[in-house]
Nanobody
Framework: QVQLVESGGGLVQTGGSLRLSCAAF????????MAWYRQAPGQERDLVAV???????DYADSVKGRFTISRDNAKNTVYLQMNSLKPEDTAVYFC?????????????WGKGTLVTVSS
């Protein structure tokens, strides 16, 4: 019942910046955590950053100090500000949102947005 729309991906040079957005649409629901994952060619999908309902933030070691996750609950949107981008950041980035349904959380995934960082 929830659909995620991602945007903001693109091609940038090393050292550049991008801001990814993920907006959740659907019937009335209560958001739990919101997160970003990424998957590089030939690799598994790994967690990049997560923000909880309490505002807690966690990041993969590879992006600490460069990426910042934030959320706008009024707009049901999560953002990922990416600075000082490196070629190793090249991947498809996926939005992951948990919706609280009673006592359990339901996970929803976006279709992904491609980020390419050139050398």
């Amino acid at each position: 019942q929830v659909q995620l729309v991602e945007s903001g991906g693109g091609l940038v040079q090393t050292g550049g910046s991008l801001r990814l957005s993920c907006a959740a649409f659907g019937s009335i629901f209560s958001l739990n955590y919101m997160a970003w994952y990424r998957q590089a060619p030939g690799q598994e999908r790994d967690l990049v950053a997560v923000i909880t309902t309490s505002g807690g933030e966690d990041y993969a070691d590879s992006v600490k100090g460069r990426f910042t996750i934030s959320r706008d609950n009024a707009k049901n949107t999560v953002y990922l500000q990416m600075n000082s981008l490196k070629p190793e950041d090249t991947a498809v980035y996926f939005c992951n949102v948990a919706v609280q349904v009673g006592s359990r959380a339901m996970d929803y995934w976006g279709k992904g947005t491609l980020v390419t960082v050139s050398s």
